[in-house]
């Protein structure tokens, strides 16, 4: 089964308005983290935003914010007033098990976002 | 803060030559650095993890005597592609983490591999 589930076609969002981006995870471990990250035409990975197992609240970063489901192992992005620059690939990613010296991520499929003017 | 640098940014070879890829954390020392590749519009797959002065534990699948990885200080690691062919031509991202109980992941600018 894959680890990171990413289903969404190509979305598509008007600038300004806000847009959720699924994801669903698979994981037996207690303590794991999700994070999202941005990549530009570019190619560059941009950090977003982290979650971790544990956390009660959801995740904040500017206008970005996880809605962690925790008992449904989902942890979508929300992005809020999108603007033009938001236009890139966005990969939910999981670290499994408690931070170690050789922890790594899983990568999901992305999803591509388009913001349109 | 929390800078990485890849060398060279483009890269074009013929079929059978080597190519080395550089990884430098530049404003911070990277206990762990990660190897990925990435093909067009697909995920990244994680190639190997490398911690300083150790070797590299490499994923299932990823030949390691084709992809050597060298993670020689902590600020830098290089990932050789030996007898590149072109099933080898990728965008290949390295990824360096600060510390032992960081999260973060702070990933380099990619390296995009073309063998002729």
């Known amino acids: 089964a894959q680890k990171i589930t990413q289903t969404q076609p190509g979305m598509f969002v008007q600038e300004k308005e806000a847009v959720t981006l699924d994801c669903t995870y698979d994981?037996?471990?207690?303590?794991?983290?999700l994070f999202w990250y941005k990549q530009p035409s570019s190619g560059e990975m941009i950090f977003l935003i982290y979650q971790g197992s544990y956390d009660e609240q959801n995740a904040t970063e500017g206008r970005y914010s996880l809605n962690f489901q925790k008992a449904r192992k989902s942890a979508n992005l929300v992005i809020s007033a999108s603007q033009l620059g938001d236009s890139a690939m966005y990969f939910c990613?999981?670290?499994?098990?408690?931070?170690?010296?050789?922890?790594?991520?899983?990568f999901g499929k992305g999803i591509t976002l388009s913001v349109r003017p | 803060g929390a800078v990485v640098s890849q060398h060279p940014s483009r890269v074009i070879c013929k079929s059978g030559t080597s190519v080395k890829i550089e990884c430098r954390s530049l404003?911070?020392?990277?206990?762990?650095m990660f190897w990925y590749r990435q093909f067009p519009k697909q995920s990244l797959m994680l190639m190997a993890t490398?911690?300083?002065?150790?070797?590299?534990?490499?994923e299932q699948g990823v030949e390691k005597d084709k992809f050597l990885i060298n993670h020689a200080s902590l600020t830098l690691s290089t990932l050789t592609v030996t007898s590149a062919h072109p099933e080898d031509s990728s965008f290949y991202i390295c990824s360096a983490r600060r510390g032992r109980a960081n999260n973060e992941q702070f990933f380099g600018p990619g390296t995009r591999l073309t063998v002729l």
């Open positions: 490398s911690n300083e002065g150790s070797k590299a534990t490499y």
């Open positions: 994981t037996s471990d207690q303590s794991y983290g």
């Open positions: 404003d911070f020392q990277a206990t762990t």
């Open positions: 990613a999981m670290r499994e098990g408690s931070l170690g010296a050789n922890s790594k991520l899983t």
